[in-house]
């Protein structure tokens, strides 16, 4: 009896879970069709607006500026170099890095010891070369005395002929005379032609003394020249730069010693491209006379100068492109040789341009022009400069309108924009003032609506409970509640 009573009562426990289990899996299933039954959230939708920085295209004049950089040079750079070879036994106290020199100034002195023995040598036999030269002058003398005195005697000699043969014609003189009278005329004119030739080799004597004498005295010179050689002259006034000796050292013939620098005479070298280049010749194919400024970055303090562009390069160079150009400068404080400066040339002007942000040009040369309903459209432009972060344009039809600075990918022909413009404020966001029936709805759907995310719920509600609420949120939420 027990065992029936309890299996009685299993079984009603059974059929009651039973029945639990199928009533709750009823309602679980009326209400997972329920849900699926309903119509879904949908949103409105909005188009989306871009605020994008825009600039009014302005045609005016502009005068181009072409930025390149340079090397500032010394038009007079010498380098100074031993002339003989010795030993460095003076320096000058200017003679050092840096150092500042005047135009002949004594910089260095080699040892002159065999320079001086070798222009005492030679100033000797210059000596002696001009007293063989004022010999051979006297023997010349005394050669053509000789002369003179046999030709006087050869013309007595003659005379004594003539008389002896006038003898012998009358009948008075006799053969044996004539014939002594003919050899003592013929030895006299004998008498002459020696000494003829005796004056013939005392002027070439004089010749060769004279010749001599030419070649002692070059000789002279060269040892004047090679004594000066010891001493090392400042040409000009300049600074000396790469110094390389210090008294006592031995030197060698034609060794560098220091470099001299004029550092007044400078000049700047820079390179432009060839269609750089090409914009700054004349109707004629010569340069212009262009001003062009430098300026130096020094840790902060911008060192500048002013010139002119003066010449360029007669050859490009192997394995160069575009053109070398040089520019004069006249007064140039602070700059040296070997600076590293920014140059910068003002171009001819151009006329009916506009400057534009170089991010407002695509690599086609289009830009985003802001048109009707505040709509992009695409317009083209001619890219004429390229100024740093800059462009020049020129462009047909947009003057006045509103071009876009910064493109992106979201931009695009069609799309709305809110146009920002430098130095305006954006606009403030349009507000409204709600009744407290109208605000109380507001707040009930966002209190109900469990689709709204707990941090937007929250800066809603914030917003509602302003006395001024934006519009945009009002015309939001009564979409929503519309709907």
Known sequence: MRFLTRSLIGLFLTALTIGLLSYAGTTLYSAVQARLSEEPFSRPARERVVSVNVVTYTPERIQPELEVFGEVRSRRTLDLRAASSGRLIELAPEFAEGGRVQAGTVLARIDPVDAESALAVARADAGEALADLREAERGL??????????????????????????????????????????????????????????????????????????????????????????????????????????????????????????????????????????????????????????????SGIDLTASSRITRESAAVGEGQTGRLLFAQLDAAPGFRPGDFVTVTIVEPSLARVARLPATAVDAAGNVLVVGEGNRLRVEGVDVLRRERDDVIVRARGLAGQDIVTERSPLLGAGIRVSPVRPGVPPEPPAMVQLDDERRARMVAFIEANTRIPDAVKTRMLSQLAEPEVPAELVERLESRMGS
């Open 141 to 298: 003398v005394l050669a053509n005395d000789e002369l003179n005195a046999a030709v006087t005697q050869a013309g007595l000699r003659d005379r004594a002929l003539d008389r002896q043969r006038d003898l012998e014609t009358r009948g008075v003189g006799t053969a044996a005379a004539v014939e002594s009278a003919e050899l003592s005329a013929a030895s006299a004119q004998q008498s002459v032609l020696s000494r003829r030739q005796a004056v013939a080799q005392a002027e070439a004597r004089i010749n060769q003394a004279r010749t001599m004498v030419d070649r002692r005295n070059i000789a002279l010179a060269d040892a004047e020249r090679r004594l000066e050689d010891t001493q090392v002259i400042a040409d000009f006034d300049g600074t000396l730069a790469e110094v390389s000796v210090v008294e006592g050292r031995i030197l060698s013939n034609n060794e560098r010693i220091a470099q001299l620098i004029d550092p007044y005479a400078l000049e700047v070298a820079f390179r432009v491209s060839t269609a750089q280049y090409a914009r700054l010749l004349d109707e004629n194919g010569q340069l212009r006379d262009i001003p062009v400024n430098l300026s130096l970055d020094a």
